[in-house]
């Protein structure tokens, strides 16, 4: 993280064996500091506690101080994350955890210090613990249609009437929640797609903010990340696509706008640029009038190219496409996917996270191979152009599959707590439903068994799963039913274009000219509608294919 913007004394070393190596020879716990750009505590923190000389003396003296990028390192955020950026944890020179808090002033700084230090002095490494995601195995089970009636239930019983969108607190997005809910419970979904475009779009920057602090939808978080902004682009479109309503579209053309301008970057990258990774969320710029903030400088621009984000915003870009037919959006993903695949991507279809030009992120965690085939998969749908999809699959699927058939979040690292595999249940999902899609792509039955493993690896936990984790019954759902829609035409066609914009948006479009066309029998030029590989239809024509989709 860039300390320009204030003055430490504290000596930071960078994340690795050596840090660690350094602290047991001391004798010294950890003091690991989790730090994102986005984040204006982390900033406030940075500039105010760890510039306090005092402060720092004592870190220096009784702790071995590191400094972690979040973003940049997310193996490490999820196993250190305390609940929100920045992130202050105590860890032993295993890397184990004694204590850790959020955001602290110099005076609940100083307090901690003294505490941590009293129990370390007391009782050393047995002080330590595993966090729960480390201590538990998955609890796996049969996917069972039970899945989706359990999560449909649960948008029943949270939905707030009076606000939209689900809970009685805090309101995020949820865009996976309101996706499942288009298709489930469309007037939730509309209420809640309704509340994000009134009070989280930026309606003079663009962009969507990143939650609500109250039930309402009032006081806005106002951080703006290229990944979560991808998203709720991706669910306007949907909604667009469901409903016909142009609020929905315009919305979703402002996020469309601000990842295109404002997080369009060529900063570290040699082959035309891609999507930064996030605006800082400064509340004062942004409660400002409009004329105001022309003559006031906006919060800095995380300017990392990150590939997983990369790769959701491409998805959303081409969804958009899809539906609007907007050509800008198609070549922005375009000459994004090509920049990501040039430098953070090798033959064998390992994904590097990202690099600055000076420095390389780590490479093959499962959010990046999961993101970037999201991203694959859907321009081999909507353009007809697959790029690496098979081989960031089978990579993904032959390295961090485990004999079980779940999956791990990375590689082993071998330091401190990265050396204990972690199995995430949301970037698990992300890949079965990209392996759904690639199924449907080339009719290999593998890339169906291994998300069934995925999504299985969890059910014995469905019936515990609250809204937050609709996309996990999403997935499900098409694991007991996926629609496969064949067009025996070259991509961008016209019954190829109806087919995207007809299509069920959990279905699969599929391109092909039928000169490829060896394993499925139709007419040339016909689209074909499969569930399951079952023959359930075919058509000619724009206005044919209407008519067997909602037969």
């Known amino acids: 993280m860039d300390n320009s913007s204030g003055v430490t004394h504290v000596e930071w070393r960078e994340w690795g064996q050596e840090a660690f190596e350094e602290a047991s020879e001391a004798g010294k716990p950890v003091l690991l500091a989790l730090m994102t750009e986005w984040s204006e505590e982390s900033h406030k923190m940075e500039a105010a506690t760890y510039a306090e000389p005092r402060i720092a003396a004592n870190i220096n003296d009784g702790f071995i101080p590191v400094r972690v990028d979040a973003d940049r390192r997310p193996a490490i955020r999820e196993r250190y994350n305390m609940g929100g950026f920045p992130s202050t944890v105590f860890c032993t020179p295993e890397g184990q955890i004694l204590t850790g808090a959020t955001t602290l ?26 966090p729960r995601s480390l201590r538990e195995e998955p609890p796996g089970g049969e996917v069972t249609a039970r899945v989706e009636e359990h999560m449909v239930e649960q948008l029943l019983a949270t939905h707030d009437d009076e606000f939209g969108g689900w809970g009685t607190d805090v ?35 663009g962009g969507f903010y990143r939650f609500s602090r109250n039930r309402n939808w009032r006081a806005a978080r106002c951080e703006k990340l290229a990944d979560e902004n991808a998203a709720v682009v991706r669910a306007l479109a949907h909604g667009y696509r469901y409903t016909g309503e142009e609020s929905y579209r315009e919305s979703a053309e402002r996020g469309v706008e601000f990842l295109t301008t404002t997080l369009w970057t060529d900063e570290g990258s040699q082959d ?58 198609r070549q922005y993903a375009r000459q994004a996917r090509e920049t990501i695949l040039n430098t953070l991507v090798d033959e064998s279809g390992r994904v590097t996270r990202f690099h600055d030009g000076q420095t390389a992120g780590p490479s093959g965690l499962l959010v990046d191979q999961a993101r970037l085939l999201r991203a694959l998969t859907t321009s081999w749908s909507v353009l007809g152009e697959p790029g690496p999809a098979v081989a960031v699959a089978d ?47 080339t009719g290999e039955k593998r890339y169906r068994e291994a998300a069934n493993d995925a999504i299985g690896t969890f059910a014995g936990a469905a019936e515990r799963m609250g809204v937050e984790v609709a996309h996990y019954a999403t997935v499900a759902a098409r694991l007991d039913g996926l629609e496969v829609l064949t067009v025996g035409t070259e991509a961008e066609s016209e019954l190829h274009r109806a087919a995207l914009r007809l299509a069920d948006h959990e279905a699969v479009v599929v391109p092909e000219p039928a000169s490829t066309i060896t394993t499925r029998e139709r007419p040339e030029a016909a689209a074909c509608l499969l569930t399951d590989g079952e023959r359930q239809g075919e058509a000619r024509t724009p206005a044919e294919l209407e008519a067997l989709l909602t037969a």
């Open 105 to 130: 002033g110099i005076d609940g700084f100083r307090e901690i210090l003294d505490r941590v230090r009293r129990t370390w002095d007391s009782n050393g490494e047995e002080a330590g613990s595993l």
């Open 171 to 205: 309101k995020f997005p949820l865009p996976r929640t309101i996706e499942f809910a288009l298709v489930r419970a469309r007037d939730q979904a509309t209420r809640a797609l309704d509340a994000v475009q009134t009070h989280l779009l930026d309606t003079y920057d």
């Open 272 to 329: 035309g640029g891609a999507f930064a990774a996030s605006q800082g969320g400064d509340e004062e710029y942004f409660r400002l009038e409009p004329t105001e903030r022309e003559n006031t400088d906006a919060p800095a621009v995380d300017e990392t190219i990150f590939a997983g984000h990369n790769g959701l915003v491409i998805d959303a870009l081409l969804r958009y496409y899809a539906y609007t037919d907007d050509e800008m959006a």
């Open 395 to 441: 990579w993904t699927l032959d390295t961090l599959q485990t004999a079980d058939g779940s999956f791990q979040d990375s590689p082993d690292d071998g330091t401190a707590l990265l050396a204990d595999p972690q199995y995430p249940l949301d970037t698990a999902v992300e890949l079965a439903d990209s392996l759904l899609d690639l199924w449907g792509l």
